[in-house]
């Protein structure tokens, strides 16, 4: 990433709260077809979050501990807040001396743009804009989050309106998807409880959305690097658990891809 940083255009998807097992087994089953186009392969790495939940996950994102591969070793970063002692700072690791990537990126002429999407992201409250807090534009309204159908295409409606308004420099744009976290039932007909399938449902409606966030992040005449994945993923009844922030597989066992547009 060392490399990369002011020639590329930054783009950091976080798909709040999607297991691994069901967006592989979608991408095996060509359910997610415009995610399978841009992921290398068309499939996902499987890696395991730094948390349970999303605050911590992005707290430790932002600071440069992004989902560990699943193998066994010293696994170099991409990124890194420097400290004394990091064993997984490397040759091709951006080591920065600011606490966060949004604020190192600023000092490194970035603008960055944070599109938020579940509650941390909010702003109603002073622990809603510690996140939000760390870019130079923030937004985030009822529509973008966990109640909204169309969530994820009312974040790209703001993001085209907000690309004519930055000026050559490069972008550092973030978006935390909140679809397939909890209630989603309403992407499955019929459905009165959030399941697995609800959940595979959420997925395959922000899919139809992806091209359309390629056509916005591409227009700008740079290259993108991009990194997707979850910050966690849930339960729905294994070991007798719904939900997240518990130490169980599925929570822990997360997607991740990074790639170039």
């Not at 990537?101 to 944070?114: E, N, Q």
């Amino acid at each position: 990433m060392r490399a990369l940083i002011g020639s590329h255009d930054l783009l950091m998807v976080t798909l709040d709260t999607l297991r691994y097992d069901v967006a592989e087994q979608l991408a095996a089953e060509g359910r997610t077809p415009n995610l399978s186009r841009v992921l290398p392969g068309g499939r996902w790495e499987k890696r395991h979050s730094p948390a349970s939940f999303t605050y911590a996950a992005h707290q430790a994102f932002f600071a440069g501990f992004l989902p560990t591969p699943d193998g066994a070793g010293t696994h170099e970063r991409l990124y890194a807040a420097a400290f004394p002692g990091s064993e997984t700072s490397g040759s091709d690791t951006w080591v920065f001396d600011e606490a966060d990537l949004p604020t190192a990126l600023a000092k490194a002429g970035y603008r960055t743009v944070c599109l938020g999407g579940v509650g941390f992201f909010n702003r109603w409250g002073a622990l809603g804009s510690v996140l939000p807090g760390l870019f130079e534009r923030a937004y985030w309204e009822p529509g973008f989050g966990v109640t909204a159908p169309d969530c994820f295409g009312a974040q790209l409606d703001r993001l085209a309106a907000v690309l004519p308004e930055l000026d050559g420099d490069p972008l550092f744009t973030f978006i935390n998807v909140a679809a397939m976290h909890q209630p989603n039932r309403h992407y499955l007909p019929g459905a009165a409880e959030d399941s697995w399938e609800s959940h595979a449902a959420a997925l395959e409606y922000v899919d139809t959305r992806v091209g359309r966030l390629v056509e916005l992040v591409t227009g700008r005449g740079r290259p993108v690097f991009v990194i997707m994945c979850a910050d966690h993923g849930t339960a729905y009844g294994e070991g007798g658990h719904t939900g997240h922030r518990i130490g169980h597989e599925a929570v822990w066992t997360v997607p991740y891809a990074e790639f170039t547009l």
